[in-house]
């Protein structure tokens, strides 16, 4: 059930109209979440400059789009796990490996111990130890890669709750 009306750029306040407008013109509409976050100007921005933020991490697509998915799962939000199914097969990513990384984990050991980690990020983050982070280096993961794991599932957390909050509903469910 909807909760939170989607704005349309004209009912906007205004740094939410501004953004909304500017989206339009350079792809010719916006999404339902981010026409919903619009209600609150600091969120869609925060929302916006966040993902770009985090479009220049060092995670492959295909393994970033793999923990969105493991994150999701757990977060619970239907429309974000059917957006990220999506990227994901167009990143390559197996009908296989798409149901593992739902589960959180991976064929190859090195993947699993990441999205292990990340849905760790997600669900016990004051439990992660140093055997954890230890673990991950022997996997042959750099600290950065790991800092852009805790981002990915930051960005995750912050849309499958909105959406859930909001009631936005997938339009299509795949499995």
């Excluded at 009908?95 to 064929?107: E, N």
């Excluded at 997600?122 to 996997?139: E, F, T």
């Excluded at 890669?145 to 299509?172: C, H, K, Q, R, Y």
């Amino acid at each position: 059930m909807r909760r939170i009306s989607a704005l349309v750029p004209a009912d906007a306040p205004d740094k939410s109209r501004e953004l909304l407008t500017e989206i339009v013109r350079r792809h010719g509409s916006v999404g339902d979440m981010v026409s919903t976050m619009a209600h609150s100007p600091a969120l869609v921005q925060g929302y916006l400059d966040f993902s770009r933020a985090l479009k220049r991490v060092k995670l492959p697509r295909a393994l970033s789009e793999k923990i969105s998915l493991a994150a999701q799962e757990w977060i619970g939000c239907g429309t974000c796990l059917a957006a990220h199914t999506e990227a994901a097969r167009a990143n390559g990513v197996s009908d296989s490996d798409i149901v593992l990384a739902r589960q959180g984990t991976a064929v190859d050991a090195r993947e699993a111990a990441l999205i292990a980690f990340a849905v760790s990020v997600l669900a016990d983050p004051s439990g992660i130890s140093d055997d954890d982070v230890a673990g991950l280096r022997k996997h042959g993961w750099s600290d950065r890669v790991i800092a852009d794991v805790v981002g990915v599932v930051a960005l995750n957390l912050l849309t499958g709750a909105f959406n859930l909050v909001a009631g936005i509903e997938p339009s299509i469910t795949r499995p």
